[in-house]
């Protein structure tokens, strides 16, 4: 179970749902086999499946359109069935920088991208992320240049959505595995830009057909 | 026949109400303009209950500069924010 800071009576709520699964095996509700399927189920999603969508919009204008107009379809695809009502795809530029939150909860679209790392549901994202944002940005080291408009998603209610990082500078002769590999799960909410990581580079070098 | 459209400007009310909602109170009051109409969906504030058939609602992103949320922030800046029909007003 996730305890999130400042969580008061989250040993109560463990020990509540602990001794509620206990039970529901004890009369034969619940087989083991069921949470193991649903866990596995709700661990499948993960980065590497949004970052497929980032890296085939880069390469494909076409596909980008599709992405931005309906992030749902575009998914469906690649072969992504996402479960969530919509995917909202907010694409970054130059002039404008996009920031998701969700202040009342953790909304993330998991059905794609898994369950939202652990800082994304802390209190104090949840709580700064709105009220200053460039200063959230830049102590995680990401500082935006002058001129960069913020706009902030709050991921209150239905909708979910994906942040469109910019494609990294040097990248232009890139395959889709390696331009993927630069899309991390803290870009596709907005809190890091995506970036070449010289394991890719390493191995673009060592790889005569990616030159 | 959603009641607002893109660019429509409008007033997010306080509601005194209880429970299940998605309205924070940081938006409270705040004057923004739709961005989109996002559809209709189950009425969370009955749907977190169990309430059989909840009322669909209507679901707008509304957009909300900075400034008018928090002192001092800069100009260029923006919030989006999701809000159901019932919790909102147009104004003039």
Not at chain 1, 26 to 47: F, T, Y
Request: hydrophobic letters at 40%.
């Amino acid at each position: 179970m996730m305890i999130c800071e400042g969580e008061a009576g989250g040993d109560y709520h463990a020990l509540m749902t602990e001794a509620l699964h206990r039970l529901l095996l004890e009369r034969g509700v619940l087989e083991p086999a069921d949470v193991d399927r649903l866990i596995a189920q709700l661990s499948k999603p993960n980065r590497e499946w949004g970052a497929r969508l980032i890296a085939r919009a880069w390469m494909d204008a076409d596909y980008k359109a599709r992405l931005l107009a309906d992030g749902r379809a575009a998914g469906a695809e690649l072969g992504f069935s996402i479960k969530e009502a919509q995917i909202i795809v907010l694409e970054n530029t130059p002039g404008l920088h996009n920031l998701v939150v969700c202040t009342l909860c953790s909304c993330y679209p998991r059905s794609l991208l898994g369950q939202p790392p652990w800082w994304y549901i802390s209190k104090t994202y949840r709580a700064r992320a709105v009220r200053e944002p460039r200063a959230v940005l830049a102590e995680l080291g990401y500082p935006l240049p002058e001129g960069v408009r913020v706009r902030v998603h709050d991921s209150n209610a239905d909708m979910r959505y994906l942040v469109l990082p910019m494609r990294p500078e040097g990248t232009e002769a890139w395959d889709e595995t390696r331009l993927a590999d630069c899309v991390s799960r803290d870009a596709m909410v907005g809190a890091a830009p995506a970036r070449v990581i010289w394991e890719t580079v390493q191995q673009a070098a060592s790889d005569p057909t990616q030159a | 026949m959603p009641r607002f459209a893109a660019g429509d400007r409008v007033r997010i009310l306080d509601l005194p109400k209880t429970g299940h909602i998605r309205v924070p109170d940081y938006v409270r009051g705040a004057v923004g303009a739709i961005e989109r109409h996002c559809g209709t969906y189950a009425n969370p504030e009955e749907l977190a209950y169990g309430r059989p058939d909840p009322a669909r609602v209507d679901l707008y992103r509304v957009r909300i500069a900075q400034a008018a949320l928090w002192a001092g922030a800069p100009a260029s800046d923006e919030l989006d924010i999701e809000i159901y029909d019932h919790w909102l007003e147009p104004v003039a």
